[in-house]
């Protein structure tokens, strides 16, 4: 079945409307999932540096502790008079201090006083171990002047601060076992001369510190960090952390190929990254976010890369919810549409279809009682509607005029133009149908045969205006006196002829025929001379005289040259031997 | 040709929109596709010292034999020892040892012999490394006749680097590593084992690797003074290098020999390479493959790998080290080597220099 345009174009509608609430639906995803995931990235970037910034603060507070220790004067005190101090006795103020500080910073691990002079001794050491808080005695204390953060930190000037790279603690965890990520915040001890006489250490366990620092955070979320060369120092997986330590290398630049911006020399201008990572298992897949932390303010041979990964399945949960919302919206709207343009595609075929119907019908003939248009309506219906109810008028108008001439072409085809009586053709037809009728009823009919007597001479002594007007006159005279259902003919001339319809009787006709002669001998005025005419008719009646139409006209022809040759203003029937003579007027 | 005919152009951007549509969901599934093969893929796990393997080494052996390098890079022996004989964790298949550790792990049946017929780049040795009978260690006899169970692949010498600026006159003895005028100018290995043969030298025993029970507190006495002279202590060859640039040593023990002389150079500084009149302990370090390695007929094709042009070019241009396809480095020193033997108790000169190195004083390191 071929589809009206009606129904295209609503399918066409509805198919842009589903298109349109489904590239709306896709697009507003798309965007919105887009904008929840930089969002998701940026509260993680700033999740980092809140991170990073804590990490300072933290290393920033360490310092202040081992600054306010190392410049107190008991300090300087304490280590300038170190060997005329009673063994038993020395150190105990300084390792009550520590203990104090100790207690407060859960992240301290460890704080030591070291002499600059034999070998790096320490003097006072008190650690953080299972059993609390103790001082190591006297015969356990180590030299450490053969360790990087001793000889860095007594090259510091006075008030400077050192910052150790991350290592595992104990250093030779080969040796002893048990081992955690460190690092050393340690700053010199001057004398009163400006030497350096040791320095005060602050050993911080960075997994306690960072698990504070992290406190806040959810629990999804993921800590890395690495040091400048990328190696994890925290990483989620412990085998990742300080693998390098274990020989081999896990890079954060391997795990986020992204954060090799951050390593290399350091530059100003990339400071922080966001990457996913896509793993194996999109389950597993990561945004993270990873700054790079320079340590302000002291003495640091290299920074750290802080970073906070978070399932990317989180970050896109509310992205799946927002797609699924899409999409109903879109489904929604889709149907809305569809509806729509059903409804749409109705209305418009309304209006079309009754003027397709108005036209077909108006095609068929009905002009007369047109089926109605919605003329009415205002839009483009309308106006069609108006133009084409104008164009029925015309043309109904057209047919009118038409109509109106064929009348008048029929009515002088058949009639005469002098007399306005039916001319020859007419008055054969009718009697052609009156003997068919005559035949059928097997009644009757007479035919009378009327030629003008005298109009020869009026015509040709007054004029054949004259002529016409007793012509007229005298046709006038003959339809007056035979009833509505006779029929006055015109032959030609003064030749007239009249149909008697079911005259039967003949007594009847004789009556008939005799007032014609009567009245048709009154004289005529014409321009106020009298005329004088007469008529001489002939009779023949069906089917007495003749069956046949021409046979019968004949006979009453005859009969009337029998009338007109017996005396003018005769009557005379073409049958019969008594009526057959002539009868002459009254 | 109707097909080559151009679509409508209003087609065209409703086509890329199906086509964008259409990717996006097919995409998941393609990039899913390779990960799934991945999972099958053999490990090799190595282990090897700082500069045996390059990467270039490690990718064409992946390549050439579809397989995952795992390498671990170890430092000191006992490292080594430990990573070898743990009992946890996934075994390793390859490992390079030198020559006296290596009697440790066959005594222990910690090593499984070698089939040399499997390893066809052993023809490209010097004759001197193919006589693996001649070379102490690595053959022992057996019922089925003689098993070698390990291939020479590097050598080198333990001598002492100088800074040539600050030392115009090169140290002739490893007591230099003692003289107070070098006091905190003097970088050293952080290894038990060598360090004790070192104070062995310094104090004049017959054989550096075997030290008496009486000469143990003389020989620790002997590190303390070295840690008490000492800038620091290193592993790894980058690190000692670090060490020496950042606070200008002076005189390095070079546990690691030409490489790390080869890196100094290559850092800028213009340093001298001597053989110590004592002798320098050298080592001769091999692969050799554990007893229970996952991936023994692997461990061969490596072993071959390793001595073939790649590998052994590296090992001399960008580690400064000898390979054993080349005829032999000249400046190995000939005679005063000291080719290093196993030693009385391995494990206990780890302990006792572990003590020494945190700083513990002689009474602390003694004690049991």
């Keep these: 079945m071929r589809l009206g345009i009606v129904w295209r174009t609503g399918i066409a509608m509805a198919l842009i409307g589903v298109l349109a609430a489904g590239l709306t639906g896709y697009y507003g995803y798309t965007e919105s999932r887009a904008l929840l995931q930089t969002a998701a990235e940026q509260r993680l970037l700033t999740a980092t540096r809140v991170l990073a910034r804590q990490l300072s603060v933290g290393l920033d507070t360490a310092s202040r502790d081992a600054l306010m220790l190392a410049q107190h004067p008991g300090t300087i005190v304490l280590l300038d008079t170190w060997h005329r101090q009673e063994p038993e006795a020395r150190g105990s103020t300084m390792a009550a201090m520590f203990k104090t500080i100790l207690q407060t910073r859960p992240e301290y691990f460890q704080m030591r006083l070291i002499a600059a002079t034999d070998h790096g001794a320490e003097r006072v050491r008190v650690e953080r171990s299972e059993d609390g808080l103790s001082r190591t005695p006297e015969d356990a204390l180590r030299e450490k002047g053969h360790y990087p953060f001793v000889v860095e930190t007594l090259a510091l000037p006075n008030g400077a601060v050192y910052v150790s790279r991350a290592s595992l603690y104990p250093e030779s965890p080969r040796h002893e076992g048990g081992a955690r990520p460190a690092l050393q915040v340690a700053t010199p001890v001057y004398g009163p001369h400006a030497q350096a006489m040791g320095l005060l250490v602050i050993d911080i366990d960075l997994d306690r510190l960072f698990t504070q620092l992290a406190a806040d955070l959810p629990a999804t979320l993921s800590l890395y960090l690495s040091n400048s060369d990328g190696d994890f120092l925290i990483h989620p997986d412990p085998k990742q952390a300080f693998a390098f330590d274990r020989g081999q290398r896990a890079l954060i630049q391997d795990a986020f190929p992204e954060t090799r911006k951050l390593m290399g020399a350091p530059s100003e201008d990339i400071q922080q990254v966001v990457t996913t990572q896509v793993s194996n298992a999109s389950d597993q897949a990561l945004v993270a976010a990873f700054v790079r932390h320079r340590l302000t303010g002291v003495h640091n041979d290299e920074g750290y890369v802080i970073g906070l990964g978070q399932p990317l399945r989180d970050v896109l949960a509310d992205a799946d919810q927002l797609g699924r919302t899409s999409l109903r919206i879109a489904l929604a709207f889709s149907a809305l549409a569809i509806v729509l343009a059903a409804l749409l595609a109705r209305r418009l075929s309304k209006p079309l279809q009754q003027l397709l119907r108005a036209i077909r019908e108006f095609g068929h003939g009905s002009h007369d009682a047109p089926l109605p248009l919605p003329v009415l309506r205002h839009d483009e219906f309308g106006t069609l509607a108006r133009a084409i109810d104008e164009m029925q008028g015309q043309i109904r108008a057209q047919f009118a005029s038409l109509e109106l001439k064929q009348h008048e072409l029929d009515r002088l085809a058949s009639h005469d133009t002098l007399t306005g009586l039916p001319n020859r053709r007419l008055f054969m037809d009718r009697l052609t149908q009156a003997m068919a009728r005559a035949r059928r009823h097997q009644s009757e009919l007479a035919l009378l045969f009327i030629d003008l007597d005298n109009f020869k001479d009026i015509n040709d002594n007054e004029g054949h205006a004259a002529g016409d007007d007793v012509l007229k006159l005298m046709s006038q005279r003959m339809t007056a006196l035979v009833r509505e259902v006779d029929t006055v003919a015109r032959l030609g001339g003064d030749e007239f002829i009249i149909l008697l319809d079911g005259a039967d009787d003949r007594e009847e006709i004789t009556l008939i025929a005799q007032r014609m002669v009567d009245v048709l001998r009154q004289p005529v005025i014409y321009e106020g001379k009298l005329l004088q005419c007469g008529a001489s008719i002939g009779i023949s009646c069906f089917p007495e005289d003749a069956t046949d139409m021409t046979e019968l006209i004949a006979a009453a022809d005859q009969a009337m040259y029998r009338a007109k040759h017996s005396g003018r203003n005769q009557l005379c029937f073409a049958s019969s031997g008594e009526e057959n003579k002539v009868r002459s007027g009254p | ?368």
């Design chain 2, 1 to 368: 040709m109707a097909s080559l005919t151009p679509p409508p152009r209003r087609f065209v951007k409703l086509r890329r929109l199906l086509l964008r549509l259409g990717m996006s969901l097919c995409l998941p599934l393609l990039t899913s596709l390779p990960h799934t093969a991945r999972a099958d893929t053999p490990v090799l796990r190595v282990l090897a010292w700082p500069g045996y393997v390059e990467s270039e080494v490690v990718r064409e052996f992946e390549a050439r034999h579809q397989v995952r390098v795992e390498l671990t890079v170890i430092d000191t022996d006992e490292a080594l020892w430990q990573k070898v004989t743990a009992t946890q964790g996934p075994a390793f298949d390859v490992f390079a040892v030198n020559t006296a550790e290596l009697q440790r792990y066959v005594a222990s049946n910690h090593v499984q012999p070698i089939d040399t017929t499997r390893i066809a780049n052993i023809e490209r040795q010097q004759p001197r490394f193919r006589q693996t009978a001649a070379i102490p260690g690595l053959v022992r006899p057996s019922p089925h006749g003689e098993r070698v169970y390990a291939i020479p692949f590097t050598y080198s010498a333990m001598g002492l680097i100088y800074d040539k600026r600050q030392m115009q006159v090169p140290p002739s003895s490893i007591h230099a590593l003692w003289d107070p005028q070098w006091r905190g100018k003097v970088i050293a290995y952080n290894g038990g084992s060598h360090n004790f043969s070192l104070a062995a030298q310094t104090l004049g025993l017959t054989t550096p690797f075997h030290i008496p029970p009486d000469q143990l507190e003389p020989s620790v006495t002997k590190l303390i003074e070295l840690r008490r002279n000492a800038l620091g202590f290193y592993t790894q060859p980058e690190e000692s290098v670090h060490l020496f640039v950042r606070h200008k040593a002076a005189l390095m023990f070079a546990n690691y020999g030409m490489q790390q002389v080869h890196l100094l150079r290559a850092a800028g500084v213009d340093v001298g390479y001597v053989i110590p009149r004592e002798g320098a302990l050298a080592w001769l370090d091999c692969w050799a493959i554990p007893r229970d390695a996952h991936h023994a007929a692997l461990a061969h094709a490596w072993i071959n790998h390793l001595l073939d042009r790649t590998a052994s070019q590296l090992l001399v241009t960008r580690q400064g080290l000898a390979n054993t396809v080349d005829p032999v480095d000249q400046r190995m020193g000939g005679s005063n080597l000291v080719w290093l033997q196993p030693v009385e108790d391995a494990a206990q000169r780890e302990r006792l220099w572990g003590r020494i190195h945190t700083g513990n004083r002689l009474s602390k390191v003694l004690t049991p």
